[in-house]
């Protein structure tokens, strides 16, 4: 059974910074491709950040430069660092991962910034 868990989320003010944790059982998350994802309110869910297995890394164009997708193997858990945070990232965010064509989401943790 694939389970994602995010944790971190929270209420911080414009420019400050979280890290967010997505950590995960029943797969090897190094193998696979994780993304995380937010919803705001009224919005659809759009994709932020990505991390394949080979390391590679993607972002959204509005977060390009403010945050990172580290990945912990020994912790089996992908992590969202996020700085310089803007209300416009007031969302809740979901780690996502896909195994044998199966997608796995996490339950998503709210964070929000406050102007």
């Known amino acids: 059974q694939v389970q994602l868990v995010e944790s971190g989320g929270g209420l911080v003010q414009a420019g400050g910074s979280l890290r967010l944790s997505c950590a995960a059982s029943g797969t090897t998350i190094s193998i696979r491709t994780v993304g995380w994802y937010r919803q705001a309110p009224g919005k659809q869910r759009e994709s932020v950040a990505s991390i394949t297995s080979a390391g590679s890394t993607n972002y959204a164009d509005s977060v390009k430069g403010r945050f990172t997708i580290p990945r912990d193997n020994a912790q089996n858990t992908v992590y969202l660092q996020m700085s310089n945070l803007k209300p416009e990232d007031t969302a809740v965010y979901y780690c996502?991962?896909?195994?044998?064509?199966?997608?796995?989401w996490g339950q998503g943790t709210q964070v929000t910034v406050s102007a």
């Open positions: 996502q991962t896909q195994v044998i064509f199966t997608n796995y």
